[in-house]
């Protein structure tokens, strides 16, 4: 069964400081990379995607990285900010043996910023 | 603002009492989803629904089911709930499909099943 491994579980970070979420994943055939974030109370909204033929993609403060042959997909916050604080979720999106998309999320990531 | 309504907001319910878990979209969004998240798990999906009269199982289907009478509303009921239930509920809905255009979620249902 198709499983994404997403780390740290937690992670602390000082205000201006680079945050770095990792998400492994099993197999080889993906469509679709995206990233979620989540605010206390909240449901999860979509921050960021990325596509397997782009290895980068920059939003802002916010990127997401793609290597393929480490099968490894990562978020960076560059000068991380308290409003940062958050929930983040790598997911990704594979056809499966019966030609139907599953999406599947990681276990999350709970960012702490401090001031 | 137009998107998700969940209700309830939060819920304490009995073991084997059924309940059924609202959830309407204002988007026309084709596609809807349940997920529960829980602590070290990520967002795992129980059910969903491409169109309007369709559903299918999604990874942790067993105790639930939906159904998707028209384009706006998927309730989710737990007809007998146990205490393994007892998780934060969200609903979610894209245009296209889950691999096409983004999910937007609901602000979620808290529910302890005891």
């Known amino acids: 069964q198709q499983q994404v491994k997403q780390s740290p579980q937690s992670l602390i970070v000082q205000k201006g400081g680079i945050s770095i979420i990792n998400c492994a994943y099993e197999?080889?055939?993906?469509?679709?990379f995206p990233w979620y974030q989540q605010f206390p109370g909240k449901g999860p909204a979509l921050l960021i995607a990325i596509r397997p033929d782009v290895s980068e993609k920059k939003e802002g403060r916010f990127t997401i990285s793609f290597n393929k042959s480490a099968k490894q997909f990562s978020l960076h916050i560059m000068d991380s900010q308290p409003g940062d604080s958050a929930t983040y979720f790598c997911?990704?999106?594979?056809?499966?043996?019966?030609?139907?998309?599953?999406?599947?999320f990681g276990q999350g990531t709970t960012l702490q910023v401090k001031p | 603002t137009a998107g998700i309504t969940q209700a309830p907001t939060s819920q304490i319910l009995a073991a084997g009492r059924s309940m059924t878990l609202r959830c309407t979209q204002d988007?026309?969004?084709?596609?809807m989803y349940w997920y529960r998240q829980d602590l070290g798990l990520g967002l795992r999906l129980i059910h969903y629904?491409?169109?309007?009269?369709?559903?299918g199982k999604g990874e942790v289907p067993d105790g639930y089911s939906v159904s998707r009478a028209n384009t706006d509303d998927f309730p989710l009921t737990l007809a007998s709930a146990v205490p393994s239930q007892t998780s934060v509920y969200f609903c979610?809905?894209?245009?296209?499909?889950?691999?096409?255009?983004?999910?937007?979620f609901g602000n979620g249902t808290r529910l302890t099943v005891t």
């Open positions: 197999n080889t055939a993906f469509d679709y």
């Open positions: 629904s491409n169109t309007a009269g369709t559903t």
């Open positions: 997911a990704l999106y594979f056809q499966t043996i019966s030609n139907t998309g599953k999406l599947i």
């Open positions: 979610a809905s894209s245009d296209r499909g889950q691999g096409v255009s983004p999910l937007h």
């Open positions: 988007m026309r969004h084709n596609a």
